[in-house]
Structure formats: structure tokens, C-alpha cells
């Protein structure tokens, strides 16, 4: 059962175009009933296989008459799923990840070519100490435009050790929601339901969690003393350091982390309002709002191209967590990567110009924008950056020191900072602080 539910997330991922993270998460839910360690058989071979989708068609074309893009698309994800069986994990044995294969296809009406599947996967088991591939494209299954920036950014050694990065397990990482409970109380109670937690080396409001079964059954979730979100991402709200009181506007704030984050750091004081563009993203807002119970949040729905008038110079701090290419969280969504190009990431430019000429008009005189992403890209971090100064009446806010960050105390003083995975314990993500000039 486990391989058919691995096999519809792909189909839904590979050939229909679904997202990985929406497709599992879906799957996971329904079949929530399941064992952990099936779950958990799911999520990596449904995930990895995403993950290493350009080596694994290399692989395919090695050893398939058949060209992997030339396949029936049923066919095709069956080998894919099976071929990172083989290659990446060990507990099946190569034997068995075959026969298995052989009963999907039939199982889908492709009996007829039970051979084929069956030839190329033992070609595949047999020659596997071969597939060594000296091509980094194909060696870590990375587009060769991505390569190509983060080379040219970043250089060659960084550039490894984010690919590396990409390939390593996600952990599962939560924020405290500490005006609610204290680090000891929330500490104390997932250790009473056996879960490890570990204090994040960039934050110590935020934690690590192992050896838990199912996130919505830990008493510290459903009471909202936690809240799944980045070390990084846990930063933003650092860098706003907003006073009692304060007025704050997340302008792009779906699913609400940090809005959350705010109003958690307000201790009841002031009042955070969270918007999105759609009811589904703001359904997500409500949902964590209503868990955590927080008095000082609301949520609204409404566009942020769009001005409010009634804002205008009324925030004390604005937020603005805006559309990126998503190249910083490529390890916890493996499919931005062959989804995203060089040409949507200059329509994305653009966007988040029109996007910040708007909501900078909310932040009062004196008051603090936050610009972030969660990405890696320079033309949307420090020269978005840049160019915002050149245009708008703010200065650069320093933002040091943050967390664990020492490295970078040098932008940190300038008023941002690039986080990158492989380098830092964290998704790839920017953080940017501006002060509105008077008058």
C-alpha cells in the first residue's frame, strides 16, 4: 500500500503538476492512520524522489532502450520511485524493490510491460557502483541555471555545500510561543510524550524536534506553545524588535509565523494584523489563531498591490515576507527547483518593487520596514535592497546581533543579512531592516 500511495504523490507532483509539499501533506493526513515507520517510508521516497529526479533520469537513459521523456508517464514514475529505491535506500533489497515494481505496473494496466520495467530496474541494480557522475547538474540533481548564479555569487565551494544542503533530511524545526509557556514547561511536556528537542544554534526560542510520531497530537502544539517555523525565518521578528505596544502590519503574512512571532513578543500589548491575498491562505492564519489564542492578532484578507489608506504611515512596524523565487527552502521543497527560471525570478523583481512602493508608505516617521525572502538570490535580496534605498525615504536599520550569528555582524550592522543553507543551521533566507527618515 505504501508504494501506491508513493506512486499517486508522484504522478500528482511529475505529470499534473502538483507541489510536492501540498501533495504529501495531503497523503500524510489521509493516511495518517498509518505506522509511523510507513509514514515516514512515504515521505522520503516521495520526497527523495523529487529530490534526485535529474539524476535518477540520467540513470533511466543509462539503462533504458526507452528515453525516460519518451515513457508512459505511469511507467515512468513507477522506475523513477524504484530507482531511488535502489540507490539511496539500503533496507529493501534490490530484489524485492523489482517485483514490487513489476505488481504496480500491473496493478495499473500495464502488464504487458512488467518485462521492461523488470529489465531496467536489474540493469539499474547491477550496474549501480557505475553512476558517478562528475557533471554537478546530474550529481546533485541541480539545473544548470541555478548552478551557473550561485557560482557567479557565491563561488565554487559555497555553491557545494548548498547543493549538499538540498540533499540532507529537513529537520523539523519549532518556534516558543514563550508568553504562553515557559522554555522549561514546553521542554518539560514534549519530554513527557517522548520527544527529543534540541535548542536551535541560531535561536534559543527555537527547537528541534526528534522522535516524535504525528505534530498535531503533542499536547505543546495543540495548546499553541509552539509553532512550526525556521531559525531563519524566527529572525525576522528579532530584527523588528518591536516595543510594547507597537502597531505592526504583516503584509504577505500566510500561514502567520511571523505575525505569530509578533504578537507573542508583544506580550499581549499593541496589536499585529496579518494579511494575505486569498481566503485559503488567511483559513490558514485563522487556523494557528485560533490554537494559540493570541488576543493582540487579527487576521484580513487583502492585496498587498493594493494601498489601504487607512495605514497610511499608521505601522510601527511593517512586514514584508514577499513572493520570492523560494531557492532558500529548495531542502524542504525539492520541486522549486525545476519549477522556478531566470525569467520568473526578474518577474518576481518587479513584483516585489511594486509590492514595497506600496506598503512603505504604511511605516510611520521613524518607524521600521522589514523586508525578507526565502531565497538566495542576489537580485531579489541585497540589490532589491539597494535599490530600495536609492528610492524611498529610509535608512538602514542595524539589525546585530541576531542569535547565533556572529560571522555576519559586519552586514548585521549595515541592517541585513543572507543566511545560506550548507553554511548556516537554517533555510536559506534575507532579512533586511529600514527606518523611515522624518519629514
Not at 520526497?47 to 525516460?68: F, H, M, Q, Y
Not at 535502489?86 to 529493501?92: A, E, T, Y
Request: proline share 4%; glycine share 8%.
Amino acid at each position: 500500500m505504501t508504494r501506491e500511495i508513493v506512486l499517486e504523490i508522484l504522478l500528482e507532483v511529475l505529470e499534473r503538476d502538483g507541489m510536492i509539499h501540498g501533495a504529501m501533506q495531503n497523503a500524510l493526513n489521509k493516511y495518517q492512520y498509518l505506522k509511523k515507520q510507513d509514514r515516514a517510508f512515504i515521505t522520503r521516497m516521495g520526497e527523495g524522489t523529487v529530490e534526485r529526479l535529474l539524476t535518477i533520469d540520467a540513470v533511466l537513459d543509462l539503462c533504458s532502450k526507452v528515453k525516460t521523456k519518451n515513457m508512459k508517464p505511469v511507467i515512468r514514475t513507477i522506475l523513477r520511485m524504484s530507482v531511488y529505491q535502489i540507490l539511496w535506500m539500503d533496507r529493501v533489497p534490490d530484489r524485492a524493490v523489482c517485483n514490487e515494481a513489476v505488481k504496480l505496473a500491473k496493478k495499473h494496466h500495464f502488464g504487458g510491460l512488467g518485462g521492461f520495467v523488470n529489465g531496467v530496474l536489474r540493469s539499474v541494480a547491477r550496474r549501480k557502483e557505475e553512476f558517478v557522475f562528475e557533471d554537478w547538474s546530474l550529481r546533485y540533481s541541480m539545473p544548470e541555471w541555478i548552478l551557473e548564479m550561485w557560482e557567479e555569487q557565491y563561488g565554487r565551494d559555497v555553491t557545494e555545500r548548498m547543493l549538499l544542503a538540498s540533499l540532507e533530511d529537513s529537520p523539523m524545526t519549532v518556534r516558543c510561543n514563550l508568553s504562553l509557556a515557559s522554555a522549561e514547561e514546553i521542554r518539560d511536556s514534549l519530554k513527557g510524550q517522548g520527544v527529543k528537542a534540541v535548542v536551535s544554534p541560531l535561536s534559543a526560542e527555537v527547537l528541534i524536534l526528534e522522535q516524535y510520531d504525528y505534530l498535531e497530537r503533542l499536547d505543546a502544539f495543540r495548546k499553541g506553545w509552539i509553532q512550526v517555523q525556521d531559525a531563519a525565518s524566527a529572525l525576522a521578528a528579532e530584527a523588528a524588535s518591536p516595543c510594547p505596544g507597537s502597531r505592526v502590519l504583516d503584509v504577505c503574512g500566510a500561514p502567520g509565523g511571523k505575525s505569530l512571532h509578533m504578537a507573542d513578543k508583544l506580550k499581549g500589548t499593541g496589536m499585529v494584523v496579518c494579511r494575505d491575498l486569498t481566503e485559503r491562505k488567511i483559513a490558514l492564519v485563522q487556523e494557528n489563531l485560533m490554537r494559540t489564542g493570541f488576543k493582540n492578532m487579527k487576521a484580513e484578507m487583502w492585496d498587498a498591490l493594493e494601498l489601504d489608506d487607512r495605514w497610511e504611515e499608521q505601522a510601527d512596524i511593517v512586514l514584508a515576507d514577499l513572493p520570492c523565487s523560494g531557492l532558500g527552502v529548495i531542502g524542504k521543497k525539492p520541486d522549486i527547483k525545476y519549477r522556478m527560471t531566470r525569467d520568473q525570478i526578474e518577474s518576481l523583481v518587479l513584483l516585489q518593487r511594486e509590492i514595497l512602493k506600496v506598503v512603505s508608505r504604511y511605516v510611520r516617521p521613524g518607524g521600521t520596514l522589514i523586508y525578507s525572502t526565502c531565497t538566495v538570490s542576489r537580485q531579489e535580496n541585497q540589490e532589491q535592497r539597494q535599490w530600495f534605498l536609492d528610492h524611498f525615504p529610509f535608512s538602514p536599520k542595524g539589525i546585530g546581533p541576531l542569535g547565533g550569528l556572529e560571522t555576519e555582524e559586519g552586514t548585521m550592522r549595515d541592517g541585513y543579512v543572507q543566511l545560506l543553507p550548507g553554511v548556516h543551521p537554517c533555510d536559506g533566507f534575507f532579512i533586511a531592516a529600514f527606518e523611515k527618515k522624518h519629514g
